[in-house]
């Protein structure tokens, strides 16, 4: 009766605190070997898994600020201003590690376990999709983007020293090579793992859907694009380059018709059957973006004569300004 | 001029892809149905667990595994079909009945059955992932590395099919008391309690199975509850698992 502590309400105080439960070891059984052994075999699937996700993460964030850096570009011109073209250097050679650690992760059998995990891929093909644009105004096709994405797995996996290389590729070249297009993902890749198998045998693969919903989003950017250029510059951000006359007959071709191609483009691709729901809400906001676009289109036809020429407040090409008309 | 916005070959290519993505879709979700009618033809002959004395187990358990043989055949049909592709792409379609195919034949096993248990007739083994492996005739947790990614018998499949097997148990705990077979129901307190405290070994994430492990707990209860109700009257017969119920049979009759 007398023995028991009390707190201030009254209540009776537990000597020695609440005792830890003593619970691992506590029960010997038949099944218990079973059990550690399992045991064993989660904590590895899930120590990957965090592995993944934090690499993911980081993979995202960098892939966000390339597309935040790429929007301060003004126009569609094979080289990009040069500050922004090293910014993202800089970013893609932090990708290329991250990557490169990534990639003994997700092999073989393991690319589809943690796909859900991988989403990370998803937005760095938007930011590549979206740079290889402004650069060539093509859409760079699921098989080269892989080719971008492994080469920068091996620069990562590489010691350094490559960082000039990233992103070199083609400016004004028409829309790559269909050569390695009709492969799947699966042939390019396991040829030269074993090849190289000394030192950098795995790279990451995107897989069709991570590309597919990187185009996706990168209608998004391209009418952000477009609307930010049309403000600023008046101009929709046109290819400059390619030589045709600046205020030629015909201009060479306008977002307003990049965007309707893609539009009709994923109209017309069956529904992957894969996550109908995601696919259609995707799909939405890509036909508003379009629309968004149309409506800039229409803008600068009826009032952009009027629009005052002078002051282009061009952001992009701080170091290396270039008139426009 | 500019090339065009989008390589003509490449709506092609992804439409040529989507469609067959498309097409194995429906293949597979056929070959699912078909094992999905075997898997609760399979569930109906074991209900009959719960109705039938231990004494007339030896006429059930055979037919029961019938249904197995048929599960199994067309798990065989899923495993050849499935291997084509990667593995983990398309088992989320199937994931569900392999687990419940595989925890019918956990809880049969566990009963005593003939052909897939190692004490014919006596009740109380229980196959391990490996020995699944085996009676299905597929290689299981398969990791990365050299390993093919082919279907195989994951460890979370044996777990959750595990999970319906202690889930089971407890009820047949109940009915078995019913049936007058006292001995069966402390038998299985006892197991359910045994793996009770080995999936707590596990560090399990927040995910479907924790989820599905923590309603254990409630198995657990469930059938010591029984097992209190039963000593509490005296009821538990003094060797386990011989003839069940020594003491008492008029319960029921």
Redesign the interface.
């Known amino acids: 009766m007398s023995g028991y502590k009390r707190d201030w309400k009254g209540n009776e105080k537990r000597r020695d605190g609440p005792k830890p439960p003593p619970k691992q070891n506590l029960v010997q059984n038949q099944y218990t070997p079973m059990f550690e052994t399992i045991r064993a075999e989660l904590d590895e699937h899930h120590d990957r898994r965090e592995r993944i996700v934090k690499i993911s993460r980081d993979i995202t964030a960098l892939s966000k600020k390339i597309i935040f850096s790429l929007q301060r570009v003004r126009k569609i011109d094979p080289t990009l201003p040069k500050n922004i073209q090293s910014e993202i250097d800089t970013r893609l050679s932090e990708i290329a590690k991250l990557l490169a650690a990534l990639a003994p992760e997700v092999q073989g059998i393991n690319r589809h376990r943690y796909a859900r995990s991988l989403m990370c891929l998803e937005e760095l093909a938007e930011a590549l999709t979206f740079a290889h644009y402004l650069r060539t105004q093509t859409l760079i096709g699921p098989a080269d983007l892989n080719l971008v994405v492994q080469d920068l797995t091996r620069q990562g996996a590489a010691p350094s020293a490559s960082e000039d290389t990233v992103m070199t590729d083609d400016g004004p070249t028409p829309a790559p090579a269909p050569a390695p297009a009709p492969a799947p993902d699966s042939a390019p890749d396991s040829a030269p793992a074993p090849a190289s198998a000394s030192s950098l045998p795995a790279v990451v693969d995107l897989t069709q859907e991570d590309y597919l919903y990187g185009v996706f989003d990168l209608t998004g950017e391209m009418m952000r694009f477009a609307t930010t250029s049309t403000a600023l510059s008046g101009t929709m951000g046109m290819a400059a380059g390619a030589g045709a006359g600046a205020e030629g007959n015909e201009e060479p071709r306008t977002i307003v018709a990049d965007m309707h191609e893609l539009g009709s483009f994923f109209e017309m691709l069956p529904v992957g059957a894969g996550n109908k729901f995601q696919w259609n809400k995707k799909l939405d906001v890509t036909r508003q973006s379009v629309r968004k676009v149309e409506r800039l289109g229409y803008d600068r036809t009826i009032r952009g004569s009027e629009r005052p020429k002078g002051w282009v407040p061009d952001l992009s090409g701080v170091g290396d300004v270039e008139e426009e008309e | ?7 003509p ?3 092609d ?3 040529a ?3 067959e ?2 097409a194995v ?1 429906k293949e597979l979700e056929q070959i699912v149905d078909e094992l999905n009618q075997d898997v609760s033809f399979t569930q109906g002959i074991l209900s009959k667990i719960h109705s039938t004395p231990r004494s007339k187990y030896p006429t059930l358990l055979p037919q029961i595994e019938q249904g197995i043989q048929k599960e199994i055949s067309s798990i065989a049909r899923l495993s050849s079909f499935a291997s084509k592709y ?4 398309y088992n989320h379609r199937y994931a569900r009945t392999l687990q419940d195919a595989i925890s019918t034949l956990l809880l049969t096993a566990w009963l005593g059955s003939p052909s897939f248990s190692p004490t014919p007739n006596v009740p109380g083994h ?1 196959l ?2 490996e020995d699944v492996g085996r009676v299905l005739q597929a290689p299981v ?5 050299r ?3 082919v279907f195989h018998v994951t ?1 979370e499949d044996y ?1 959750l099919g595990l999970i319906s097997v202690v889930d089971d148990l407890s009820r047949l705990a109940m009915n078995s008391v019913t049936l007058g077979d006292a001995a069966l129901a402390v038998q299985i307190s006892s197991f359910i309690k ?2 009770h ?9 927040n995910d479907i199975l924790r989820k599905r492990v923590d309603s254990i707990k409630y198995a657990v209860k469930k059938a010591e509850d029984i097992v209190y109700d039963l000593s509490l009257r005296n009821l538990i017969p003094k060797k386990e698992g011989e003839a069940g119920g020594a003491e008492r049979t008029e319960e029921t009759a």
């Open positions: 001029m500019a090339p065009p916005m989008i390589d070959a490449l709506f290519q992804l439409r892809s989507i469609e993505d498309t879709r990667p593995y983990y792409k229980l391990t992932l947790n398969l990791k990365s590395g390993d093919d990614d460890i777990l045994d793996l405290a080995g999936f707590q070994i596990l560090n399990l994430k």
